[in-house]
Structure formats: C-alpha cells, structure tokens
C-alpha cells in the first residue's frame, strides 16, 4: 500500500477526472468518524460541504453496513446513490431475492430474540435489526470478551449459516444469498456505465471491494494495513475531506475533464 498523498497517488485520482466515474465511499469510519453511540455517527462540515460539491458535479455513491434509511437521515441528498446493508440492500438488488434476505433476516431476529434476549441484556452486547442483515454491537459494554463468546456461539447456531463479517466492536451477519459490497459496486458501474471508480472504505467489510483487483477501480483504505488489498492508504479519516476537496477543484480548474457517469435525472457533469 502507498500513501495517497503522493505524487502518484493524487495523479492517479485526477485520471479518474477524465474517465466516466463512480465516486463511492463507506459511512463509518470514512465519511463519519467511528463515534461510540452508532447512533451519534455524523458528517463533519467540511466532508458534508465536500461530498454535495462533487456530488452536484459527479455520480456519488455510499455503500455501507447500515441501512438505506439510516444513510438517508445521514447523508440527505449529498449522495446520488445509497447502498446499505454492507451492499444487499438497494435498487441494483431483485424483489424476489431482497424479500429471501429479509426473510431470513427476520427469522433469525426472532430466533436470538426467544433465546438469547437476557444474556444479550447482561452482556450488554446490542442486537441491531437492518431488516435485511443483523449487527451484534458491543462497543459500550465492559464485558467484551464475555460479549465477544456470547456473540460466536448465537453466531454458530443461526440456520441457514450466515456469512460473518467482522467490523469495529460489531459483528455482521448476512444470509449466505446476500450480495456484499464488491458485487453492488459493480453492478452500479455497470448501471451508470462507469469505466472506473473510486471506492473509499476502511473496515474489513470493505476488502470485499479491496479485493476484486479490479485495475478499473482505484481502492484507498482509512489507516494503513499490512494485509489489505486495498492500493492507497490514508492516514487519518478526516483526510477525505481533502479527497473530496481535491477531486472538486482540480475537476473545476480543468472543466473539460470532468467524467462523471450519471442516470437519467442525476445531476451531470459540468461542460
């Protein structure tokens, strides 16, 4: 991993000026410091005043592990397109199979709910309900490597098997006919007829983009990782602030070269 801050770095982000791109990012511990209430979790001004600017002149996308809803309350209409559910959860996703991952999703919350629900109280480990995922929280506890063993064994016996995300003290679980983060990624470039992306994640939920080795997409991790995928690294999460700056003036300084990929409707590129 190189930093992003580098000669090659930031000329790397200024080609993708010149392409058709996807600007895609996750919310938490990206575009939002990690917070300990989930709930607290909220853009700063400077990334807020950032992220409306490059979405007013690119296509934009956040692709997160919260739900669609939640992102909305956060996010408002900065971002042209909203992925929740660690990339499930979202229009690129077919009726029928949404309604399978929400079933399952269901079931499982009623599941842990009859046979779990005091020892999830005492632990103080959090169950959140995504409708079609479900995070188990334990940020706030003291307990944690109680709540830790508490959340492997409900884990273990969920049916169908869930596929296992681990995050910043929470633990994901999806139904195995999930689609990850990777995959909505690619199909929105496929949707908006992109020829390139940028994709800005900081969790091991986003190895699931990191990974593809896609040469299409240029991938940037939140602190650097020895084991990531990931091609860039920064520092620190306010640094996306200056991503985000950076795109937007050196689009504007060189206005021809602004190659955003845009739906119908979506707000498009300045000429």
Same mark, same amino acid.
């Given at each position: 991993?190189?930093?992003?801050?580098? +000669?090659? @770095? *930031?000329?790397?982000?200024? &080609?993708?000026?010149?392409? %058709? #791109?996807?600007?895609?990012?996750?919310?938490?511990?990206?575009?939002?410091?990690?917070?300990?209430?989930?709930?607290?979790?909220?853009?700063?001004?400077?990334?807020?005043?950032?992220?409306? +600017?490059? @979405? *007013?002149?690119?296509?934009? &996308?956040?692709?997160?592990? %919260? #739900?669609?809803?939640?992102?909305?309350?956060?996010?408002?209409?900065?971002?042209?397109?909203?992925?929740?559910?660690?990339?499930?959860?979202?229009?690129?996703?077919?009726?029928?199979?949404?309604?399978?991952?929400?079933?399952?999703?269901?079931?499982?919350?009623?599941?842990?709910?009859?046979?779990?629900?005091?020892?999830?109280?005492?632990?103080?480990?959090?169950?959140?309900?995504?409708?079609?995922?479900?995070?188990?929280?334990?940020?706030?506890?003291?307990?944690?490597?109680?709540?830790?063993?508490?959340?492997?064994?409900?884990?273990?016996?969920?049916?169908?098997?869930?596929?296992?995300?681990?995050?910043?003290?929470?633990?994901?679980?999806?139904?195995?006919?999930?689609?990850?983060?990777?995959?909505?990624?690619?199909?929105?470039?496929?949707?908006?007829?992109?020829?390139?992306?940028?994709?800005?994640?900081?969790?091991?939920?986003?190895?699931?983009?990191?990974?593809?080795?896609?040469?299409?997409?240029?991938?940037?991790?939140?602190?650097?990782?020895?084991?990531?995928?990931?091609?860039?690294?920064?520092?620190?999460?306010?640094?996306?602030?200056?991503?985000?700056?950076?795109?937007?003036?050196?689009?504007?300084?060189?206005?021809?070269?602004?190659?955003?990929?845009?739906?119908?409707?979506?707000?498009?590129?300045?000429?």
């Amino acid at each position: 991993m190189d930093y992003l801050f580098t +000669e090659a @770095g *930031k000329s790397d982000l200024e &080609a993708l000026l010149r392409l %058709r #791109s996807l600007y895609a990012f996750d919310f938490d511990g990206t575009l939002a410091k990690i917070v300990r209430e989930h709930h607290a979790a909220r853009l700063s001004r400077p990334i807020r005043f950032w992220l409306e +600017e490059l @979405g *007013k002149r690119a296509s934009t &996308a956040v692709i997160s592990g %919260r #739900s669609v809803e939640d992102l909305r309350s956060r996010v408002g209409t900065a971002v042209s397109h909203l992925i929740g559910n660690h990339g499930s959860e979202g229009p690129h996703t077919c009726r029928e199979t949404m309604q399978q991952v929400q079933e399952t999703s269901h079931g499982w919350l009623q599941w842990v709910n009859d046979r779990f629900h005091d020892e999830l109280t005492r632990s103080g480990v959090v169950v959140e309900n995504k409708s079609y995922s479900l995070s188990f929280h334990y940020r706030t506890t003291n307990q944690r490597d109680a709540a830790r063993a508490l959340i492997s064994r409900i884990v273990a016996e969920l049916s169908p098997p869930p596929r296992i995300v681990l995050g910043k003290s929470v633990v994901n679980v999806m139904p195995p006919t999930a689609s990850h983060k990777g995959m909505a990624l690619l199909e929105y470039m496929r949707r908006l007829d992109c020829n390139a992306a940028l994709y800005v994640g900081d969790d091991v939920t986003d190895e699931d983009v990191f990974a593809l080795r896609d040469a299409r997409i240029l991938t940037v991790r939140i602190g650097k990782k020895k084991d990531s995928s990931a091609r860039y690294f920064l520092n620190r999460q306010p640094e996306i602030a200056e991503v985000l700056r950076l795109l937007v003036e050196a689009g504007d300084q060189s206005i021809h070269t602004w190659g955003g990929c845009h739906e119908q409707g979506a707000a498009q590129p300045l000429q």
